[in-house]
């Protein structure tokens, strides 16, 4: 018998900053929602069209990534689906969602108009700050010569 695969990949930015909480047990649950944008031709016009899904980041990667995961950065997620049940309290009916269960996360690039730091984290996390500049963040300069103190010319 063949098993079933449940598996998410998705690409897009964060609709708010995470909001992290604690289980009973101390467990870190931060909960974070991401937009992801599809272009489409329809005749002769290309469309966007967002569609938006609920994420939950659990454990030690939590507590630590929150601080970064605020509004604008863009992520790329792997995870897998879960459903959650409940039953309302007010009505009574069975209600359900569907949210992508995170098991890694990347940072990429960085927040549009993020402010001072734009360029992603920030060093008092030992991460990076990396300036913004204009033209997508490139510097069109090219690399600065190095003089490392070796000769050019190999002896073999």
Known sequence: MAS?????TLVGRLTRDAELKYSTN?????RFSI??????????????ESHFFDAVLLGRRADALQRYLS?????????TLQQNRWQ??????NR???????NDIQLVGSRPGGGQNQGG???????????????????NQGPAPVDDGFDDDIPF
């Open 4 to 8: 079933d695969l449940n598996s998410v």
């Open 96 to 102: 359900s969602k569907v949210e992508i269960l995170v």
């Open 121 to 139: 984290y920030s060093n008092q996390g030992g991460g990076y700050n990396q300036n913004s500049t204009q033209g997508g963040g490139f510097n």
């Open 71 to 79: 509004k604008g950065q863009q992520v790329v997620v792997l995870g």
């Open 35 to 48: 937009a992801n944008t599809q272009s489409r031709k329809s005749g002769d016009q290309w469309t966007e």
């Open 26 to 30: 101390g467990t870190a649950i931060a």
């Open 88 to 93: 309302d309290k007010q009505t009574g009916q």
